[in-house]
């Protein structure tokens, strides 16, 4: 049965469950326009990973134990990361989309769905947490949303994602990663795909 996790008459988005399934990560607006990642765990009340005048969206936790989240810019989005909640969050790379993203299984990089150029389609792109190089993962037709919301499979075989053709033409595809390999669609219809996760057992 559906249970309430937060209450606040501001909108709470983008629940992120950590590793150990206890803790919980999530976005919410805050006064002034600004939005802070917040934490929710058992028997404790919610308490901010980030505040100030900032407005930090999408949390999503390294298996490590660590958390990284998109922060807005008038340039676009930074992706930041914290090596634990009680260590300083770092930039690692800029973005120009506001996406969910996602960790290697190793916690080394990170995959994340970006543009190159504002006229180009997004793409899928491995992020090295060290040193932010970037390496182009998947290559969309020209003309078209493009790839978006790279979720890793728990055995780190696969990376789901969503390719979108148009904006109400969206369907789910597998990018095979050990070894790297041509993506290739799921047999569904092609259809406004929203939202989709792994079970423990990697099936989609």
């Not at 765990?41 to 901010?48: A, L, S, V």
């Not at 970037?134 to 290559?139: A, S």
């Not at 919301?149 to 969503?162: E, Q, T, Y």
């Not at 092609?190 to 792994?198: K, L, P, Q, T």
Request: net charge neutral; aromatic share 8%.
């Amino acid at each position: 049965a559906p249970r309430q996790v937060t209450a606040h008459h501001f909108n709470s988005r983008s629940p992120a469950w950590a590793p150990d399934g206890q803790r919980l990560a999530f976005s919410r607006d805050a006064e002034g326009g600004h939005s802070h990642i917040l934490l929710v765990e058992p028997g404790q009340p919610e308490r901010n990973i980030t505040s100030g005048a900032v407005r930090d969206f999408e949390p999503a936790w390294s298996p490590g134990g660590g958390l990284g989240f998109l922060r807005e810019t008038p340039q676009g989005f930074l992706l930041m990361h914290k090596a634990a909640l009680d260590q300083p969050e770092r930039e690692v790379a800029r973005l120009r989309l506001r996406q969910p993203f996602c960790y290697s299984p190793d916690s080394r990089e990170v995959f994340v769905s970006d543009r190159e150029a504002a006229d180009q389609p997004a793409r899928l792109f491995r992020i090295a947490l060290a040193d932010g190089r970037r390496t182009p993962l998947t290559t969309p037709s020209g003309g078209t949303v493009g790839d978006l919301s790279p979720r890793i499979s728990p055995n780190g075989v696969h990376l789901a994602f969503v390719r979108a053709t148009e904006p109400a033409t969206r369907q789910i595809w597998l990018l095979p990663l050990a070894p790297l390999a041509e993506p290739r669609p799921l047999p569904q219809a092609s259809r406004a795909v929203e939202g989709f996760d792994w079970t423990q057992d990697s099936l989609a």
